[in-house]
């Protein structure tokens, strides 16, 4: 095949044959960079713009560009434009059809810019754009939890460590652990995004230019808050896409370790909760089951966005300097990631109020599983026994328990006392769940006094009344 029966390349002329038809698809990444058509656009108008105010491109020429990339853009959204794989990438096509519907002036464009600084601007300007959503999300998951916790902070549940029974605590206290960690995710989003809003433009292919170009002028106008100071790490950087990753990692992971929860929860063995029907199916074989697949689904995907983190790590760490075509393979483990973190945050946020709480089978169950021992502990401290004493005493009352088939609570004074003479009547005060939980009355306690203030802060925070 001769060259003139290809699509002539960008960058053709130094080559005399065309590019091999399979290599061409292998290499080519339209197929999946094509959604930063916007925001290449945008980088576009922004270097054309500086070219003119730096008189690199005349104001006519500058107009035309304009017009031209507007009408692609309008081209794209009405599904009226044609992507061509041998074009490679969304610049090429861009740049290609600029070319084609203004002419010679459309050549003009990629003046004293390379793909190479242009596609770490898309990305960064894209993925800009991006992180509001999932803060949007995330905000509104972070407000459907404390709305739950405000409804709870005095109703009882066992607390666990080792899932073994271990001190009453109030749902509103467990559902504010998980704000705190959202909270905590929300900081680091916030911190990434401020290192994604640096603007590579300008860098060109790796060294600079040598228009006089002016970077604060297109930082300016793409509303970055500041330009990459090396042009070779401008081209090569993709910390800001790993470190986004590994924040959405740790995002997933708390997602899916409170979806364990409510899987655990909503089983017929806790019954401690019921989701809502609209974020459950059944089984096409036993008509009985309600499963839980909204938070299986979310525990399972963490797995992929765990997969991307080390995806990304792992293309970077053999890269010298500056930038080089493995870059490309940044888009899918990013893409993926931002549709799957929005995704996740968004079920999430929804099936929250949906939730049924059953109060009565929590307290149930935190009456079993002697919860209130290290109550009777502490009583007995405050009565003069040294801890390790009285953690020995109830203990053993613990073990006579067992055998009665009783909780502490519902033995007889008589039998507690055989195991101290410092037992006596106002110990059925400390042995109630009411009393366990109103006595851990401290900042970070379970006390509903404590979890109504930690609520208000909270409330606070996210600016909500
Ligand atoms: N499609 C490429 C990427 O995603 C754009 C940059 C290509 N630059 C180059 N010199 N081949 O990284």
Redesign the pocket.
Known sequence: MKKEEHTIKPWGGRFKEPTDVFVEAFTA?VGF?KRLYAHDIAGSIAHARMLAHVGVLTSGEYEAIVEGLQAIKEEIEQGRFEWKVAL????MNIEARLIERIGEVGKKLHTGR???D??ATDVRLYLRDEIVEIQAELTRLQQNVVLLAEAHVDTIMPGFTHLQTAQPVTFGHHMLAWFEMLKRDAGRLSDCAARVNIMPLGAA?LAGTSYPIDRSYSAELLGFTAVAQNSLDAVSDRDFVIEFIAVCSLIMTHLSRFSEELILWASAQFDFIELGDSFCTGSSIMPQKKNPDVPELIRGKTGRINGHLVSMLTLMKGQPLA?N?D??E??EPLFDTIDNINGSLRVFADMIPAIKVKSDNMREAALKGFSTATDLADYLVRKGVPFRDAHEIVGRAVNRGIELGKDLSQMSLKELQKFSKKIEQDVFDVLTLEGSVAARDHIGGTAPRQVASAVAQAKQWLGIS
């Open positions: 990444s960079d490679e990438d969304v610049h390379s793909r190479n242009q596609v292919a930038y075509k870059n490309q940044d888009k």
